[in-house]
């Protein structure tokens, strides 16, 4: 509770990937973020010790935070990691700035988590497709979970309202080499 979903930050692996574009700004990643009296569903999962590490090098550009979920029916959960924002400062301090460079400033970006409201940055095409196919398959109140309480960047416009204005979200292609990988 308390965090909201928001498409915010640029991931290297959409650039890696070809599957971002810098000049629309199309290249947003899904993070958390804090932000008061706000709640959306989950998905908990277990990941095994051993494949922690592997976890944290996929997921390289987030502050992974302990959180505390409420189950459906209002109880209290345990704690779960959570992708949240962080800082450039904050990565770069525990990453490196040789790091930064490779995986960001090479595709022409100067920031990570520096994208404010006004920034105009918008969700990877094929990624966002990639998660609507994905909640659509844990049904419907999974599904309108997200689309009304998963946000722009620009934290006001819900991903119900800019699928709604931009319906070709959902005809947009993974890359024949990704289609495995970006299909939900």
């Known amino acids: 509770m308390d965090f909201r979903r928001v498409f915010a930050h640029p991931a290297s692996i959409f ?6 574009n810098l000049q629309t700004k ?24 051993d ?9 390289e550009e987030f502050q992974i935070i302990r959180a505390r979920f409420h189950e459906l029916d209002g109880r209290v959960g345990a704690e779960a990691l959570m992708c949240t924002r962080w800082s450039d400062e904050e990565y770069i301090a525990k990453r490196g700035q040789d790091t930064f460079d490779i995986k960001y400033k090479a595709y022409g970006l100067d920031t990570i988590w520096g994208w404010d409201a006004q920034s105009g940055i918008l969700p990877c095409r094929v990624y966002l497709r990639h998660c609507l196919l ?4 844990l049904g419907e109140e999974v599904y309108d979970d997200f689309v009304a309480t998963t946000y722009l960047g620009d934290r006001t416009t819900t991903i119900k309202e800019y699928i709604e204005a931009n319906p ?9 080499h990704l289609v495995d990988r970006y299909s939900g």
Not at 168 to 176: G, H, N, Q, T, V
């Open 168 to 176: 070709s979200i959902m005809l947009e292609r993974p890359p024949p």
């Open 51 to 59: 494949l922690l590490p592997d976890f944290y090098e996929r997921e």
């Open 26 to 49: 199309e290249m947003a990643s899904l993070s958390t973020e804090p932000a008061p009296g706000c709640s959306f569903l989950v998905s908990v999962f277990e990941i095994p010790e």
């Open 15 to 20: 650039f890696q990937r070809g599957i971002a």
């Open 134 to 137: 994905a909640v659509k398959k």
